[in-house]
């Protein structure tokens, strides 16, 4: 498994708190290229995590460092890539293929 640098883990959030929610509260830290807040498949209900990820590691080391609550509650820590699941291989290879 390796650190993926720009994204961060964000867990413990409200099932209130949507992609534009985190969006919002992160952009004051630097540029976010994605926000995704997690949804179970069948009932679209949230699973109460979601993932940030920044144009800069740098920015991402700096926020993961520091303590944040979004709607009362939040933890951050940065992802953890697992190269044993094809879909994470998969969607690497799609994202070297476009940047």
């Not at 940030?52 to 700096?62: H, N, Q, S």
């Amino acid at each position: 498994m390796e650190m993926e640098p720009r994204k961060l883990f964000i867990g413990g959030i409200s099932w209130e708190t949507n992609e534009g929610h985190l969006r919002e509260y992160f952009q004051k830290f630097g540029e976010v290229m994605e926000t995704v807040t997690m949804k179970d498949r069948k009932t679209g209900r949230a699973r109460g995590f979601g993932f940030v990820v920044f144009a800069d590691p740098a920015v991402a080391e700096i926020v993961v460092r520091k303590k944040h609550i979004i709607d009362g509650r939040t933890e951050l820590k940065h992802s953890i890539l697992n190269l044993s699941q094809p879909s994470m291989l998969l969607r690497l290879n799609l994202e070297v293929y476009q940047n």
